[in-house]
């Protein structure tokens, strides 16, 4: 973890509500009242000529994030081909005219809004930090189910936060007032006064910040700190703790897109379609198994009727039972195979159940896929674009 240095304000800005203080330390970076760069985006959006043909999807250039969404990607048969890995630049073979361009997070989310890219996958967080609620961002898949993490606002355990459970609590302690307002640290500088904004709290100080946050408030630098928490044993760890009400913001791996690329530029939803599909297909199958089984019975319903009676054996919509055919053709008499999925958290005990009916020969295997007959995100989506 890097030392964390002085602070050395450097403005401060007002509000009705929200006072937001933008400062040099931890690393060495300094704010500015010019406009942000999501602004300039913006603007450049919209005189940027849309000259090129190829379609372009932003992920994570380094770390586990980085490492999980290109795992997703391969998951769902989408391996990205990289030639070199120093290329910022590589392509998706089974998706032509598709580049995948290597991004920090949060030049994903400015290069969406720019129009420099057209897809991208990146943390609900970045997107909410970095898009500042841009309208043309749109949110196509919101659980990815990886880089699962909150963002949450953690003050110190002892001193006069001992009793501070809430953020009501926060808001009402005494101690705060125009000329000493609550310090935050934070590298979130748009959602963190924005939440502070939304929940009451009228004198507070923001404090930029890229590093060791939770040394800030035990430094004397900080009385509070906003930041992602995982497991939360960071904050243990450095005798912090979070309060009720002061989770800002549940996030997760997200496929984000620039509306007018959707709309405008040939062949972006149709690859989104099958971007979509193949995510949703894999994640529903994630932890699925197929169980198979030969059973005797008197017929299909009344195997179905057994299958059914026990609570494991439902499957996704109910068994599947067919009649079981001899090597040397022909139907074998009151023999069945049957066939459910089950999720691996039951799947013993499905087995047992199984035998306990009747079920012999039973095979299992993972799934990879569960198609549906279309995604509900995939209908969602074309209703948010008027299609």
């Known amino acids: 973890m890097s030392a964390i240095q002085s602070l050395s304000p450097q403005f401060l800005y007002s509000s009705a509500s929200v006072t937001v203080k933008f400062s040099v330390k931890f690393t060495v970076s300094r704010c500015s009242l010019a406009p942000s760069p999501v602004t300039v985006a913006n603007e450049n959006a919209e005189k940027r000529p849309q000259e090129r043909n190829e379609i372009r999807l932003g992920v994570p250039s380094k770390g586990r994030m980085a490492a999980d969404t290109l795992d997703l990607l391969k998951d769902c048969q989408l391996s990205v081909k990289q030639v070199n890995p120093r290329q910022y630049v590589a392509e ?10 290597f991004q920090r997070p949060k030049d994903v989310v400015r290069k ?10 990146v ?7 970095y898009g500042q609620g841009d309208e043309d961002l749109i949110i196509i898949h919101d659980a990815l189910d990886f880089g699962d993490c909150r963002l949450s606002l953690a003050i110190p355990k002892y001193g006069i936060f001992e009793n501070v459970n809430s953020i009501k609590d926060l808001a009402q302690m005494p101690q705060w007032t125009p000329e000493r307002p609550l310090r935050v640290a934070t590298g979130f500088t748009y959602m963190g006064p924005k939440f502070m904004k939304e929940v009451g709290l009228k004198y507070v100080t923001f404090s930029t910040a890229d590093g060791a946050l939770e040394a800030a408030p035990a430094m004397g630098i900080a009385d509070a700190i906003v930041d992602l928490v995982s497991s939360g044993t ?6 912090l703790k979070e309060i009720e009400g002061g989770v800002i913001l549940e996030s997760q791996a997200v496929l984000v897109a620039s509306r007018k690329s959707l709309v405008q530029r040939k062949g972006v939803l149709d690859v989104t379609h099958e971007m979509l599909e193949r995510f949703e297909a894999h994640l529903r199958a994630s932890g699925q198994f197929t ?22 054996l439902s499957g996704l919509q109910g068994p599947t039972v067919s009649p079981v055919f001899s090597k040397g053709g022909g139907v074998l008499p009151d023999y ?19 035998r306990a009916i009747g079920g012999s020969g039973v095979l299992v295997s993972p799934l990879t896929y569960i198609f549906d007959e279309e995604t509900p995100r995939w209908r969602e989506l074309l209703s948010k674009l008027g299609l």
């Open 112 to 121: 969406l809004v720019s129009g420099d890219l057209d897809l991208g996958m």
């Open 291 to 312: 169980v198979t089984a030969n059973m005797r019975g008197s017929s299909a319903e009344e195997v179905a009727d057994r299958v059914l009676s026990q609570p494991s």
């Open 336 to 354: 069945y195979a049957m066939v459910i999925c089950v999720p691996k958290r039951a799947l013993y005990k499905s087995v047992q159940q199984l």
């Open 234 to 239: 960071t904050l243990r760890e450095n005798n």
């Open 123 to 129: 943390g609900l967080d970045t997107v909410h930090e």
């Open 92 to 101: 998706i073979p089974q998706i032509p005219n598709l580049e995948v361009w």
